[in-house]
């Protein structure tokens, strides 16, 4: 397995595990609701979110540092540009889920009614960093990876297209909760969040099993 191959196997494999936060949707229920501080029961859906949500963002900059190598050969900027976004991401993610640590924290505690307020503020920070980082910067590395891929001919030119194409939509979308034109958990905002994640899955998928096509960047390496 050359270098180039083993480049494409391990970005591959890191988009797929950004995948594996899509439980998190059920997991953090409770600990969104109103009244999760006061009430009783298991604290162990929380913490395996929390172990998803660590492994989404690790996942996520391994994406970057997996690809600049190759990318960077078409674009050094957009490519640094990826791996900052990447990054950003992430710590974002952390912000999230530092959040909803500190519900729970203040629900072992015993902070009882007089917490209600404080989790629900946490629980508020939480939606806002997901907002700004899961719901908007895919975008970005859409259009950043997906104008690197498109001239380098590294994949596929319909992989990139859909990679804009969904951050065309996820924009729009975004701009729509934003000013409250249409839900953030309506079938409109779901739809349009749609392509984007069909485009990193695609793009997860191809680089895992097929690697990078033939491209001029990719010439005389190895």
Same mark, same amino acid.
């Given at each position: 397995?050359?270098? $180039?191959? %083993?480049?494409s196997l391990a970005a591959g494999v890191f988009y797929l595990l950004t995948f594996v936060s899509i439980p998190t949707l059920a997991l953090y229920s409770r600990v969104r609701g109103p009244d999760f501080v006061t009430s009783a029961g298991p604290d162990g859906p929380v913490l395996l979110g929390v172990l998803l949500e660590m492994v989404v963002a690790l996942a996520g900059i391994g994406t970057a540092v997996a $690809? @600049? +190598?190759?990318? %960077?050969?078409q674009g050094e900027a957009r490519a640094v540009g990826f791996v900052a976004s990447r990054v950003l991401e992430a710590a974002t993610i952390y912000v999230g889920i530092v959040s909803l640590m500190s519900i729970v924290t203040l629900r072992q505690a015993g902070g #009882? =009614? #007089?917490?209600l307020a404080t989790a629900q503020g946490? =629980?508020? &920070? @939480?939606?806002?960093? !997901? !907002? !700004?980082? &899961?719901s908007f910067i895919p975008a970005i590395n859409g259009v950043l990876l997906g104008s690197l891929l498109y001239q380098s001919r590294l994949v596929p030119r319909w992989l990139p297209v859909l990679g804009f194409i969904g951050a065309v939509l996820l924009v729009a979308s975004w701009f729509g909760i934003l000013f409250n034109f249409v839900g953030a958990m309506? +079938?409109?905002?779901?739809?349009? =969040?749609? +392509?984007i994640a069909v485009w990193e899955l695609s793009l #997860? $998928? @191809?680089l895992t099993l097929r690697g990078f096509k033939p491209s001029s960047i990719t010439v005389g390496g190895d």
């Amino acid at each position: 397995m050359n270098s $180039l191959r %083993k480049h494409s196997l391990a970005a591959g494999v890191f988009y797929l595990l950004t995948f594996v936060s899509i439980p998190t949707l059920a997991l953090y229920s409770r600990v969104r609701g109103p009244d999760f501080v006061t009430s009783a029961g298991p604290d162990g859906p929380v913490l395996l979110g929390v172990l998803l949500e660590m492994v989404v963002a690790l996942a996520g900059i391994g994406t970057a540092v997996a $690809l @600049y +190598p190759v990318v %960077k050969r078409q674009g050094e900027a957009r490519a640094v540009g990826f791996v900052a976004s990447r990054v950003l991401e992430a710590a974002t993610i952390y912000v999230g889920i530092v959040s909803l640590m500190s519900i729970v924290t203040l629900r072992q505690a015993g902070g #009882g =009614a #007089g917490a209600l307020a404080t989790a629900q503020g946490l =629980a508020a &920070q @939480y939606r806002w960093s !997901f !907002f !700004f980082a &899961q719901s908007f910067i895919p975008a970005i590395n859409g259009v950043l990876l997906g104008s690197l891929l498109y001239q380098s001919r590294l994949v596929p030119r319909w992989l990139p297209v859909l990679g804009f194409i969904g951050a065309v939509l996820l924009v729009a979308s975004w701009f729509g909760i934003l000013f409250n034109f249409v839900g953030a958990m309506s +079938p409109a905002a779901a739809i349009t =969040a749609l +392509p984007i994640a069909v485009w990193e899955l695609s793009l #997860g $998928l @191809y680089l895992t099993l097929r690697g990078f096509k033939p491209s001029s960047i990719t010439v005389g390496g190895d």
